[in-house]
């Protein structure tokens, strides 16, 4: 049973272009969170989604952060125009209404902008 | 708030010793104690979780207690391995259907 697919798994770019993070879920859940993870800050939740639909997105730092989340099993995180402090890891993670608390992270992807 | 605050940041312990990880939350409407743990390159993982009608859950060498009053509870690793090194969050949410509110990690070292 495959767990959270996140692509790609490394990205280095440089300031002022776009990334396009992506995830694919795990089949059947219904819930998908997007987090942060920096030595600083820790793991820091971004947005997350129900049913595709985005719940709170409080935790977007800023308006060059946006996500989407078009069916069941696909989401992407887009920074546009990327910067420097945008380092980090983000993790995708995903759970199920009927399954508890419990969240299933993916590998990360780990952004480096120059 | 809904903040959990976890200490310490980073701990080094001798191969065979225990390991304490503690954590302080401020929402009295949490009602799920979630640990993760988490290597090197990879996603954090589910490790052993606990709801408040309990005060102590063991899995293994791991084990939670959680002391309802004082809004604290803690991840013990009896013998710990070098195998437990790594980075543990402690989690909280509420209700079911909320995210979790992670703390800021520990690193663990377990040295032989």
């Known amino acids: 049973d495959a767990g959270v697919i996140q692509s790609p798994r490394h990205e280095v770019t440089e300031m002022g272009q776009e990334v396009t993070l992506r995830c694919k879920p795990i089949s059947g859940h219904d819930y998908l969170f997007w987090y942060r993870q920096t030595m600083m800050r820790g793991l820091e939740l971004l947005i997350y989604f129900n049913n595709n639909v985005p719940i709170d997105d409080s935790g977007m730092p800023e308006d060059r952060f946006s996500a989407k989340m078009p069916n069941a099993s696909f989401s992407t995180l887009k920074i546009q125009p990327s910067e420097p402090r945008d380092s980090a890891v983000y993790f995708c993670a995903s759970r199920r209404t009927s399954g508890g608390n419990e969240q299933f992270f993916g590998p990360g992807t780990r952004l480096t902008v120059l | 708030q809904q903040q959990v605050k976890q200490s310490p940041q980073s701990l080094i312990v001798q191969k065979g010793g225990i390991s304490i990880i503690n954590c302080a939350y401020e929402n009295t409407a949490f009602d799920y104690f979630p640990w993760y743990q988490q290597f090197p390159g990879k996603g954090p993982a589910l490790l052993i979780a606990?709801?408040?009608?309990?005060s102590e859950k063991k899995e293994g060498r791991f084990t939670i207690s959680f002391n309802k009053s004082a809004k604290q509870f803690s991840l013990h690793i009896m013998d710990s391995q070098p195998g437990d090194s790594a980075t543990y969050f402690c989690a909280a949410s509420w209700g079911g259907n909320t995210p979790l509110v992670f703390g800021k990690g520990t690193r663990l070292s377990v040295i032989a």
């Open positions: 606990i709801r408040p009608d309990v």
